[in-house]
């Protein structure tokens, strides 16, 4: 079994990453934020060396990052180059945890080799970020993976984000609004993009970019369906038909390589991720 780092352990992702990976039977160190800044050397230098670094620390929330664009360019930016910096001089395996870096796509489904356009400041410190994971992949001959997960949901997600919100007015039963019905997403249950992360611990080998996602996209009006079938409800829907500036239609990730180089694809539909969390909060 490996020795692995995981920075933003206290995160929705990081610490659902941390209990696989011990579950699977690797010695884990946890970094959470209140053990350091992980832009800072400081940090860093504290931690023993480990074979693998999967790095989840990072400011990620978009309307966020429109309010503090320096902030995130910072965290997101500098706290990837120290990472990649302490796994170069320990010889460890890098996995980046990246974000949606595409805007308006120019095809369905997306690819990894897609032309980048960051439409907002959490993406644009995403996609600098990868750009110092390839020069060190590239120049330092270092092994990094690159994961790009789509609309991730599940037990854990901040209350702010699309599926939370509608699964919490559902609860309530006073009725359901949103801003926008039409824009699609593609949706990956939590439990599925952790089974992949953990999957990039075999084989580490070069640079390697890969798309988690469903493959399929749903509108928010589709989300709204399925979320009251699963909790047997029938509540009014409130369209406010507030579009937010630079909406993109649809997003949809070509999984291709996911299947190619992990042996991965999501154990779980759309449906049944939904009904995993309906019967969560009726517990």
Known sequence: MAKVLVTGAAGFLGRALVAALALAGHDVIALRRSDGDV???????????????????????????WRDPAGFLHTNVSGTARGLEYSRTNGAHFVFVSGYLFGRPVRLPIHEDDPQEPNNPYAMSKSLAERICAFYATSMNMPVTVIRPF????????PEFLIPTILDQVKHGTGIRVGDLAPRRD???????????VRTIEHPVGYRVIN???????????????????????????????TRANEIPDVRADITQARATLGWEPRYSFAEGIARLVRGCRR
């Open 212 to 242: 988690i996602g469903s493959g399929i996209s749903y509108s928010v009006s589709e989300v709204i369906e399925i979320i009251q079938a699963a909790a047997g409800t029938r509540l009014p829907v409130v369209n406010s038909e507030e």
């Open 187 to 197: 949706y990956v249950y939590l439990d599925d993009i952790v089974a992949a992360l």
């Open 39 to 65: 832009t800072e050397a400081a940090t860093w230098t504290q931690i023993p060396a480990v074979d693998h670094v999967f790095h989840l620390a990072a400011r990620s929330y978009v309307p966020e990052s």
């Open 151 to 158: 609309n991730v949901y599940g037990p854990g997600q901040r």
